[in-house]
Each structure stands twice: as C-alpha cells, then as structure tokens.
C-alpha cells in the first residue's frame, strides 16, 4: 500500500514537471507581446518555431524599447495597419541590420497575422511591422517571387486593430495613408 502511493506521488511530481517544462518551452517558442497604444491595448503571439530570425529581430526592437512613441504611420482599410518605424513628427528611426526573408515559413498573411513590412527588395525588413486586417493572400510567396514574412498573430485586442485600420487617413510628410489623429504605441512588453 505504502509502495502504491509512492509511486503515485512520484507519477504526480513527474507530470507536474513535464507540464512546468511545457510551459517553459512554449513560452520561449510563442512568446506574446502586448502593445498599448492611444486606441487601447492589443497582443500578439509570435512563432519562433517557423519564423526564429524574425523572431529574434522583433524581440530585439520590444526589449530595447524601440517601438515606443512610435506611430501606425500606413493605415489602409481593408489591408494592413503598418507600424514600427517613424516618430509621431514622422522622422524615420534608426534601426537595426536588415534581416532575412522567411516568408517560406508556411504562415500566410490572414487576417489578424503579423508579419514583416519591406522594400521592394526581399531581404530589407527591418523594425517595421505589419498587422493584416484582411486575408492578404496575395502578399504571400509564390514560386516566382518573395512574400512578406509572417511571424506571428493578434490574440487579443481585435477590436482595436479594426479601430485603428478605421481612422481616416491623410497625405502627410510626402506619406500616404497617415491616419489623421495619431495612433502613438505607448508601451510594448512582454507578457509571457
């Protein structure tokens, strides 16, 4: 009897263990950031396991505080909200080497994802970011060209991403599609 319930015990602190290290490992994998920005808070779930360098890179810009006082500068209803590189009087931060593409990764730009804005050229993304606010198909890879790198989604505050992609926008400092009322992020941090 005495043996059954040693061994029951030593069943529970093994299972307890392998969840705990469960945990661990999904937070380090998934890791969530929660934004707060002037329309209110919102967070998103990255994917380390398909997308590491991106990954890696936006955790880089959240941990150094660079996102914040930094605007939604290219809000297009019906597509994207696009943040992460300019200052509410539209100067263009100072950023970090560009990274690979990894828009290969299987994760395709639907609504609600998080992916990575760049230039023309596949490999220049940076800090600037990019939240689908419709199934964006199109911006993925075909076998002919690069896609935009998704690495992650909205799993909170979807509201307040359709709020944001709502605001009436303008031509601004040479920039189209600026929402007219400043969308400021106030705060990025990680929560998990």
Known sequence: MTMNIKLKESIL?????LLLSN????SQNYPQIEFTTTSGKFT???DSNRAPTTVKNFLQYVESGFYVDTIFHRVIAGFVIQAGGYTVDLEEKETLPEIINESGNGLTN?????GMARSTDPHTASSQFYINVADNFSLDPMPTRWGYA?????IDG???IDAIAGNATQTMGGMQDVPAAPVIILDVKRID
């Open 44 to 46: 998103v779930e990255l």
């Open 110 to 114: 639907k609504r609600m994802s998080l």
């Open 23 to 26: 945990l661990s490992i999904a």
């Open 158 to 160: 979807f509201q307040i």
């Open 150 to 154: 998704v690495f992650g989604d909205v």
């Open 13 to 17: 602190v093994s299972l307890i263990f």
